[in-house]
T-cell receptor, first 112, second 110 residues
Framework: KAGVTQTPRYLIKTRGQQVTLSCSPI?????VSWYQQTPGQGLQFLFE???????NKGNFPGRFSGRQFSNSRSEMNVSTLELGDSALYLC???????????FGSGTRLTVV | DAKTTQPNSMESNEEEPVHLPCNHS???????IHWYRQLPSQGPEYVIH???SNVNNRMASLAIAEDRKSSTLILHRATLRDAAVYYC???????????FGTGTRLTIIP
């Protein structure tokens, strides 16, 4: 079966711009989470969606937002990009609590 | 969130068993213990999880202490492909937010 698909794989943006990242979960998975990974902070939770509702949110500024569509696909948006937003952004989906999360390969965002 | 303590790094010879420890003394009674690993240049990968009893799957075994304050991930026969950072994560059903610590970097020696 197809895994979690994230697009694009790589992205270069300029400070002040905004960016939208996309995630297609495994078919049937209704929970989608987003994580940011940087060398300094490691893996940090951004937010989690289930059936189009945000259930959990991490400690990130309001510039970071997300949404989930009725087909469970999810997008995250970062507005007014800063250099420190350069990171690997990972999406994970889950069928239910049991069985764990399946992660995508991530989108590497570079802000210049 | 329950705090976890793992060794920063461990080494093991190829084809030998590996025991990766994790202390989670502040774990709540309803927290499951999850283990994930991250291979170089990849997203994290689910390994195994358990609540009280020891658990086995095709990838590994999970041994949970009777008081649940610690657990050990067991790779029965390490291969080079098992070289990764391993994370132990207490997770409460309904609060599905994975809190990754610094994990244990496992090096496999050929």
């Amino acid at each position: 079966k197809a895994g979690v698909t994230q697009t694009p794989r790589y992205l270069i943006k300029t400070r002040g711009q905004q960016v939208t990242l996309s995630c297609s979960p495994i078919s049937g998975h209704r929970s989608v989470s987003w994580y940011q990974q940087t060398p300094g902070q490691g893996l940090q939770f951004l937010f989690e969606y289930f059936s189009e509702t945000q259930r959990n949110k991490g400690n990130f500024p309001g510039r970071f937002s997300g949404r989930q569509f009725s087909n469970s696909r999810s997008e995250m948006n970062v507005s007014t990009l800063e250099l420190g937003d350069s990171a690997l952004y990972l999406c994970a989906s889950s069928l239910a609590f049991v069985g764990g999360y399946t992660f995508g390969s991530g989108t590497r965002l570079t802000v210049v | 969130d329950a705090k976890t303590t793992q060794p920063n790094s461990m080494e093991s010879n190829e084809e030998e068993p590996v025991h990766l420890p994790c202390n989670h003394s502040t774990i709540s009674g309803t927290d499951y213990i999850h283990w994930y690993r991250q291979l170089p240049s990849q997203g994290p990968e689910y390994v195994i999880h358990g609540l009280t009893s020891n658990v086995n799957n095709r990838m590994a075994s999970l041994a949970i202490a009777e008081d649940r304050k610690s657990s050990t991930l067991i790779l029965h026969r390490a291969t080079l492909r098992d070289a990764a950072v391993y994370y132990c994560i207490p997770l409460n059903f309904g609060n599905e937010k994975l809190t990754f610590g610094t994990g244990t970097r496992l090096t496999i020696i050929p």
